[in-house]
């Protein structure tokens, strides 16, 4: 299976920061298919008490009424997530999620963004 | 609206079996992809398995630490999906959740639902 891991574990934050989560796999999670790649990998954002919400599937398509500020890249074996000008609701969990179940379907570990 | 509603979970000792079950609706449940997503305490996410829409055969893969222990299936007719837990485990203690991505036939999620507790203990 494909491990996932992400940094940081924690990151500390203002309102208005830009911020930057990395998701690096284990191996390649990208596939080229006729001539374009697609990478299975989504980002979700957690809040205590509620299921995660989808933020962006394929590395960088972004939810359908996900704010613009939120944006995915990567492809092969390292992702991430940036949050420009950063709100009071995007205090949260964020984990990414690489879904190429023929490589086996995983969750990172997390990374906390608090004040 | 899509609604995804979890019931089963329980108290079960180590070894036992359990069924949870999904009740889904505000969408066409035949065709789409449905998850069990488990969370124990204090932990990430962790993908349990998948059933495939019919369009695809049905079929289903399995997270490591619970193949050939647990079975999704699926009654279309009904819109439900079904989670057999067996051989419990301590570490099997989580909230179970019922995921879709609807008609995407892609394993990342844009719904779940509430959760049921399975707790395995003695």
């Known amino acids: 299976d494909i491990q996932l891991t992400q940094s940081p574990s924690t990151l500390s934050a203002s309102v208005g920061d830009t911020v930057t989560i990395t998701c690096r796999a284990s191996q390649s999670i990208s596939i080229r298919a006729s001539e374009s790649t697609i990478t299975w990998l989504a980002w979700y954002q957690r809040k205590p008490g509620k299921a995660p919400k989808l933020l962006i599937y394929r590395a960088s398509t972004l939810d359908g009424g996900v704010p613009s500020r939120f944006s995915g890249s990567g492809s092969g074996t390292e992702f991430t997530l940036t949050i420009s000008s950063l709100q009071p609701d995007d205090f949260a969990t964020y984990y990414c999620q690489q879904y190429n179940s023929v490589l086996g379907v995983t969750f990172g570990p997390g990374t906390k963004v608090d004040i | 609206e899509v609604q995804l509603m979890e019931s089963g979970g329980g108290l079960v000792k180590p070894g036992g079996s359990l069924r949870l079950s999904c009740s889904a609706s505000?969408?066409?449940?035949?065709?789409?992809?449905m998850s069990w997503v488990r969370q124990a305490p204090g932990k990430g996410p962790e993908w349990v398995g998948r059933?495939?829409?019919?369009?695809?055969?049905?079929?289903?893969d399995y997270a490591p630490p619970v193949k050939g222990r647990f079975i999704i299936s699926r009654e279309d007719s009904e819109s439900k999906l079904f989670l057999h837990l067996n051989s419990l485990k301590t570490d099997d203690t989580a909230i179970y959740y019922c995921?879709?991505?609807?008609?995407?036939?892609?394993?990342?999620?844009?719904?779940w639902g509430h959760g049921t507790l399975v707790t395995v203990s003695s």
């Open positions: 059933v495939k829409g019919n369009l695809d055969g049905g079929a289903t």
């Open positions: 995921a879709t991505a609807l008609d995407w036939r892609e394993d990342f999620v844009t719904h």
């Open positions: 505000g969408f066409i449940f035949a065709k789409a992809w």
